[in-house]
């Protein structure tokens, strides 16, 4: 087979300057639809930072049980944390800002009082490995 005849067969021959144009195209709708999720997650982010100052934080000195008003308080900052990390996930697609969202999530799994000692000794395991992934063997600033 000819070299000619075997980019033909795979397909991978000179893109044209249609698909070229229309790949762009659809690119930047995509980067446009992303930024705009993005940006929404971080306007809702902001709105439930302001409710859990506004209405969870006097909680810790007007209830009896102020276990209960700082645990709903943490589990509403780690939640407003993960919105945030997500929003960064969408617009710069890196894999640390990834291990980051999942470092959060467990981390919020793990200040609910329903857990199980299993459930907390693999959340402390899984949350261990992914920093040792982020900082030892993911590319770019670990500062």
């Known amino acids: 087979m000819t070299e000619e005849t075997e980019k033909d067969v795979i397909g991978t021959g000179k893109e044209t300057k249609i698909e070229r144009a229309i790949a762009n195209y659809v690119g930047v709708v995509i980067h446009l639809f992303l930024s705009v999720l993005a940006l929404l997650l971080l306007i809702a982010a902001g709105i439930a930072a302001y409710?859990?100052?506004?209405?969870?934080?006097?909680?810790?000195?007007?209830?009896?049980d102020?276990?209960?008003?700082?645990?709903?308080?943490?589990?509403?900052?780690?939640?407003?944390?993960?919105?945030?990390?997500?929003?960064?996930?969408?617009?710069?697609?890196?894999?640390?800002?990834?291990?980051?969202?999942?470092?959060?999530?467990?981390?919020?799994?793990?200040?609910?009082?329903?857990?199980?000692?299993?459930?907390?000794?693999?959340?402390?395991?899984?949350?261990?490995?992914?920093?040792i992934l982020r900082f030892y063997y993911l590319p770019g600033k670990t500062t």
């Open 51 to 64: 409710d859990t100052v506004v209405r969870d934080f006097p909680q810790l000195w007007q209830q009896n």
């Open 66 to 131: 102020e276990y209960v008003a700082l645990q709903r308080i943490v589990e509403n900052v780690l939640l407003i944390a993960i919105a945030a990390e997500f929003a960064f996930l969408l617009l710069y697609h890196r894999m640390s800002a990834a291990v980051e969202v999942v470092v959060f999530v467990l981390a919020r799994k793990t200040v609910n009082p329903n857990i199980t000692a299993l459930d907390l000794l693999l959340c402390a395991a899984a949350i261990a490995g992914l920093i």
